[in-house]
């Protein structure tokens, strides 16, 4: 059974349910207050014959009468019905009076039959004196008579009724139903196309209930996987450009080799091993970003200076910055700086850093290394003179294989995967990353290490 009929069948359900219970408690209350309606008509009518009878007594002072003579007593019943009823209520005495009798003081039968139970003891009561009681029949519930046929016809009224009320449910459930299974619906196409590799499906998200929530939820899914894909495929594309340059070179030189049309000397030799030292490097980072991405990479975190470490890996590059016609200026506190991390990831960390900025600053140039402790933690700053970085470029530094060169030269021998990689330590330690434009010309790269 679809949604959208289970939902129509539960809310003309609930609403025959609804309509049921009403009708019959108003069934109920109406038969219960017409009850109550004639039983109190009886006693107000049996209140006037104990007028009468009392009236009666005073005239007497005795019951002895009615007791010789029983048809007095239905007279004394009939006259005082008939005279002191209004005449606009006169019509009314043609129903037969209610079977009553009288009891004297000791409630001893006067007169009359005693009428089954419920009854009703109205005391007839003569100057100051209680002289006898009158009994009055009272309904447990309306069998006959124009009230039995009343509730008969307010049954059918109230069925009728609960009828219309069924059928105007069922018009109001029946579009109900379709807009409440619309996004429905649209969720199972939209995750249809989703299944079949359209990720440029979305939602109408206007609605601001649960539903309209889920659409939104939905289309952020679909751009996070059509990005994805894009990236998956933007990675192959350069992870087959990247290694295709270089095995072109080595074919290349092998084959000219092999032709004779070049010599197998030294020069030619080490030629090729560069090339497989840039393959060697291009491999072994993609094996550490790779394991970085999957959770592979092993942290032995502790204790550590961070200002010592830094202080020791600037004075190791200062020779590789001074054989590039770089000047490498670093900033860092003399006191202790703890920070809770893997010293050989941070290592790693300000190897990538420091080598992109030798790599990519012209020769003259100056790279500044600045530490500085803050409440939450330490800020290391690494920013180089020019070239500058377009504004454009600095979101997409740390993607897998970017390098701001349209042309991707490879004169660097960079394999565009240090910053990667450099993001995935950071995130690592709980930290931040995130590169900007420098004040000396060049490129900033600011990292952002809690201290725990």
Known sequence: ??????????????????????????????ARGLLDYVNNRQVQRAQEVAEELAEFYRETGTWEPLRIDPRLFRHLIFNALETRQPLSNRPQML?????LALLDARRELVAGLPPPPPTTAIPVVAGEQTVGWLLVPQ????????????????????????????????????????????PIKQLATGTHELTHGNYQVALPSARSDELGALARDFNELALTLAANDSSRKRWL??????????????????????????PADQTRLQSLQQEVQHLSRL?????????????????????CDIAELVREQCQAHQHRFAEAGLQLVAQIPTEEVELF??????????????????????????????????????????????????????PKLFDHLFRVEDSRNRATGGSGLGLAICQRIVAAHQGSIAATASALGGLAIRVHLPYQ
């Open 341 to 394: 991390g893997d010293e050989d990831r941070l290592r790693q960390l300000l190897d990538n850093l420091l080598d992109n900025s030798r790599k990519y600053t012209h020769a003259g140039g100056q790279v500044r290394v600045q530490l500085m402790p803050h409440d939450d933690g330490v800020a290391l700053v690494i920013e180089d003179s020019a070239p500058s970085v377009p504004a454009a470029a600095l």
């Open 237 to 262: 594309a350069d992870i087959s450009h990247e290694l295709r340059t270089p095995l072109a070179i080595l074919r290349g030189e092998i084959d000219a080799i092999l032709d004779g049309v070049r």
């Open 1 to 30: 059974m679809r949604i959208q009929s289970k939902i129509f069948l539960a809310i003309l359900g609930a609403s025959l349910l609804l309509v049921a219970t009403v009708m019959l408690l108003a069934q109920w209350s109406f």
């Open 283 to 303: 491999v072994d980072d993609l094996h550490a970003l790779t394991t970085a991405d999957i959770g592979g990479l092993q942290y032995r975190k502790s204790e």
């Open 95 to 99: 129903r037969p009076p209610p079977p």
């Open 139 to 182: 309904l447990s519930e309306i069998r006959a008579g124009f009230e039995e046929q009343f509730l008969r016809r307010q049954r059918s009224t109230l069925l009728l009724i609960g009828t219309v009320l069924l059928a105007v449910a069922a018009l109001m459930a029946l579009p109900l139903a379709r807009h409440l299974v619309k």
